[in-house]
């Protein structure tokens, strides 16, 4: 019994940090149940797992791809304030927050003779799709075996297979960076703004900075200070 345990342990932190640490969310996938979507479906093989889990037919072995997280990812990253400020006291600690940045490293050798047929068409349609999910604006969640990375932001897929084996372009590094901002909170402060401007409410000097914005409305005092530059321009030297 223990045995059993500690092997569907083991499968389950396989499944999830190694063969299927990538998440789609929204974008390409927003119609989907839950909008998202794990990343072996694309390359076929959800289905194939599903029916090898109840029959006891399927290896974790047999999947297209494993996912390791690379060396210099990061959980935590701050830049400090090196201009001058109007208080000292505070320049000596500032820091400037910064996005996160989080590298997977996807190995996919062929396995038999028949993979060398179907190489083309698994990477293929997963390029594609990958391609289709970004322009969509899809995001995504990593997972690693110390941190999760929600809503991040795909940004390259390279080829870095090295000359230590006979197979060409077998390891894939995919780099995605999580923004300080999501997609939902830029909304919401954008229908902040919006609703603020409709209901002729000042919003703040730091999207205007007008002198003349008075309680009538948001623009109201516009014209009249244009007036007042017009006339001054127009005075005689």
Known sequence: MTNFLTSAARSAYDIAFQVSP????????????????PIIALMGQAA?????????GFSLDDFYARFVPMPGSTVISNAIGTYP????????????RQPLNISLQMIAPVK???GYLTKLAIFTALQQSLASHNAAGGTYSIATPSYVYTNCIMVAMTDITSGETR??????????????ITQQQAQASQNGL???????????????????????????????????VTNFLSQPI
Do not use: C, E, H, R
Not at 28 to 36: D, H, I, L
Not at 48 to 56: E, I
Not at 167 to 180: A, C, E, G, H
Not at 198 to 227: K, T
């Open 48 to 56: 194939a797992f599903a029916q090898g889990a109840l029959t006891n």
């Open 167 to 180: 197979q060409q372009q077998i390891m894939w590094q995919l780099d995605f960076v999580q923004p300080l």
């Open 112 to 114: 038999s003779g028949g």
């Open 194 to 228: 919006m609703s603020k401007i409709a209901g002729g409410q000042p919003a703040g000097s730091s999207w205007s900075g007008l002198s003349g914005v008075s309680s009538q409305g948001a623009l109201s005092g516009v014209p009249q200070q244009v007036a007042n």
């Open 22 to 37: 990538i998440i789609l969310t929204g974008g390409s996938v927003a119609n989907t149940n839950g909008s998202a979507l």
């Open 85 to 96: 400020f109007a208080n000292q006291d505070v320049a000596a600690n500032a820091i400037i």
